[in-house]
């Protein structure tokens, strides 16, 4: 199934959408991996899930990629004695250590880091920012607010603290149970929440060992001050908009998403946009313009995946979300300013022979008009390199290990086959020939250019390129 575009769609399968038959149209619309969403599945639907998606993926014969979104601490308030109270400009309310029902002036906060961890001054936002208060003074189990934008708090709201570095772990013990289960089980990537320094990433990446790709979520103003060192550390990340837009001033949220994706550029890290790219399709079958727009930027910006969250989770139209975004984004990368932009926000290659050699190919590929870039990856990173220069011609990834191609499924450009390794030299170059003609990318007399690593099978050293023509039977000639 070859794609005309090179940035990829995440969709997030929900009750409207986790079937077989649901999985297969979401592919055939245009969806290349699926995140399942642990605040909401339990292990027996992660189970279940994932056998679905493997059994489409073995029907079509494309890799799909899985990603399992860990749910994160949650911070909320406790519980009201009325169910629910109302807050107005300048009123004082305290959230304290007392698990008593709260009331009018006082409500249970159950997480001690917290206390830990404001000062006065420090804002408080509750349910998703909605209301918005402030530390006048704070003792170990007690915070004394005042009301800065009011309104009704009810049961269990969410909490954020924008201003406070928290002591806790990113990771719950939900999470570190739901982590080790998937774990077991067919997936691709990990999603961790709540990322607020690099020691995050360093404690999954304990756990993970390399099993699979670990991405970082950029929802919290403490992971934006520490954003270098997160995204070094991480195999990709995610814009989160929504949770940005939150605790930041919504007008520097786009700003942000494109100082975020020209960084994950510079490092080759895979970077997700994601939060309400078409909203307004959970309840209608066609966008807004101004959603429309909004992915489009993201799409020109060269970002290598874009996300549906409830659109395709539990909305009423999750195909008609999906091919909506397959055919803007096409259509983006079809206009004829979306090559200057992207060769615009190109980033120094590294003084390495790899990169050197990715380099290389692309210019090469452009200036000779070859018909593809065939990239030859055990561990992903030849791969990586690759979509990293953004090259206007196809990228196919081959690989012989499953694991790779379907995690490279999420990163931009890059048409995933798995094959055998190849022998030797010759016989690598003859099976690029054969897999670009017969998966429709290049046809009798076209030229491909091939990268890889020699000696075969050394991981990370790509250090060759090689062109090839392609015979009329689909085999190689030099």
């Known amino acids: 199934m070859k794609r005309n575009r090179r940035v990829k769609i995440l969709a997030t399968l929900g009750p409207a959408s986790d079937t077989i038959e ?104 509750l349910d998703d920012g909605r209301i918005h208060i402030v530390a006048t003074k704070v003792t170990p189990d007690a915070i004394e607010c005042r009301v800065v934008h009011g309104g009704k708090l009810s049961n269990k709201k969410g909490v954020s603290v924008p201003d406070s570095l928290l002591s806790m772990s990113a990771m719950t013990k939900k999470d570190h149970a739901d982590l080790a289960h998937a774990l077991t089980r067919e997936i691709d990537w990990v999603a961790l929440s709540f990322v607020q320094r690099p020691e995050d990433i360093i404690e999954v990446r304990k756990i993970t060992k390399g099993q699979v790709g670990v991405l970082a979520k950029i929802e919290k103003p403490q992971a934006i001050e520490r954003l270098d060192s997160i995204v070094k550390l991480c195999d990709a990340f995610m814009i989160a908009r929504g949770d940005l837009g939150v605790e930041m001033p919504l007008e520097e949220v786009p700003g942000l998403q494109k100082r975020m994706i020209r960084l994950a550029r510079r490092y080759g890290k895979p970077v997700v946009v994601a939060t309400q790219m078409l909203e307004s399709m959970v309840s209608s079958p066609i966008p807004t313009r101004a959603e429309v727009s909004d992915v489009s930027i993201a799409v020109f910006e060269g970002a290598d995946a874009i996300m549906l ?27 004829q300013n979306y090559n200057a932009i992207i060769r615009s926000q190109s980033a120094e290659p590294e003084a390495t022979a790899a990169d050197a050699i990715s380099a290389a190919t692309r210019q090469t590929a452009e200036t000779l008009d070859l018909a593809a870039i065939v990239t030859y990856t055990s561990s992903g990173s030849t791969g990586l390199r690759a979509a990293r220069e953004r090259p206007s011609k196809p990228i196919i990834a081959l690989s012989p290990k499953i694991q790779t191609v379907r995690r490279l499924s999420l990163v931009w450009g890059l048409h995933c086959v798995q094959t055998r390794d190849a022998n030797d030299l010759d016989d690598m170059v003859d099976k690029a020939c054969a897999i670009a003609y017969s998966e429709g990318f290049a046809r009798p007399g076209d030229r491909i250019a091939i990268t890889a690593g020699v000696p075969l099978r050394t991981s990370g050293s790509t250090n060759m390129l090689r062109i090839a023509f392609v015979n009329q039977d689909g085999s190689a000639s030099s």
């Open 22 to 125: 649901m999985i297969t149209k979401l592919v055939h619309a245009g969806a290349d991996v699926f995140r399942i969403n642990m605040s909401h599945a339990s292990h027996d639907l992660m189970d279940q899930t994932i056998e679905r998606i493997r059994a489409v993926e073995k029907d079509i014969g494309r890799p799909l990629g899985v990603l399992i979104d860990l749910q994160g601490p949650k911070i909320r308030v406790g519980t009201f004695a009325e169910g629910a109270i109302t807050l107005k400009t300048d009123d004082i309310i305290t959230l304290d250590s007392n698990p008593d029902a709260g009331n009018q002036q006082r409500v249970y906060l159950p997480h001690p880091q917290v206390f830990e961890a404001v000062k006065p001054g420090h804002r408080l936002l």
């Open 309 to 335: 969250s409830a659109e395709s989770a539990s909305g009423d139209f999750p195909i008609e979300a999906v091919s909506t975004m397959d055919r803007v984004a096409t259509a983006v990368e079809k206009d």
